[in-house]
């Protein structure tokens, strides 16, 4: 006669063993809490440091401003220069990703919107070597700021982007975020800034 197996019922007194059985909750609890903790501690270093880049471009375009700012003319090795100083600033953040671009714009006195006279770019490798490209289209204009746009004056305006690429892509973009900020300055030792530089310099400012 063939014997069937009975399985016993699980008594009150197993179920509560079972609840009180504490062996490899360590284990249990590391498994869940590590990820997140993981997560917040690469998170904050990807925000850390995305904050420290960002304070680094509003640096390099208020820096660029500047420099222009001071001078009565520029040539291709002073904007050079210029460049290669916000590289070094930018340091020791990769310089290949950032784009930079210094303008001098013209506020109309009727309209009183700001158009572009000229303007340049760079373009950087990871050695801080610059190569000087075009910048913002001649004649077209520029939004500023309405306390800016006074009639008959001259702007310096620098505008900056950096691509900022998080180490660990699974907190932020992995494609990155671009970071960007922009400065105006005017002219100090005259009313303009001529670009290129001419000898003798004009005696007036270009208005187009």
């Known amino acids: 006669m063939t014997k069937v197996a009975m399985f016993k019922p699980v008594t009150t007194r197993a179920v509560t063993e079972m609840f009180s059985d504490c062996r490899a909750i360590a284990a249990t609890e590391f498994a869940v809490i590590v990820p997140l903790m993981l997560v917040l501690f690469f998170g904050t270093v990807e925000f850390s440091s995305a904050i420290a880049v960002d304070r680094d471009v509003t640096l390099v375009a208020r820096t660029l401003a500047d420099l222009t700012s001071q001078s009565k003319s520029v040539a291709d090795t002073d904007l050079t220069n210029f ?4 590289c070094y600033i930018l340091s020791p953040y990769t310089p290949a990703q950032q784009n930079t671009t210094i303008s001098e714009l013209y506020v109309d006195p009727i309209t009183l919107k700001a158009r572009v006279l000229w303007s340049s770019a760079a373009t950087y490798n990871a050695q801080c070597s610059v190569v000087l490209g075009t910048g913002l289209a001649v004649d077209s204009n520029v939004a500023i700021p309405s306390s800016l746009a006074v009639g008959g004056t001259y702007l310096i305006f620098s505008q900056v982007s950096y691509l900022y690429l998080p180490a660990v892509g699974y907190v932020m973009a992995k494609t990155g975020i671009t970071l ?3 400065a105006y300055t005017r002219p100090r ?3 303009c800034v001529f670009y290129p530089t001419t000898n003798p310099l004009p005696t007036s400012c270009p208005t187009s």
């Open 83 to 86: 460049f290669t100083a916000s």
């Open 180 to 182: 960007a900020d922009v």
């Open 189 to 191: 030792q005259s009313l």
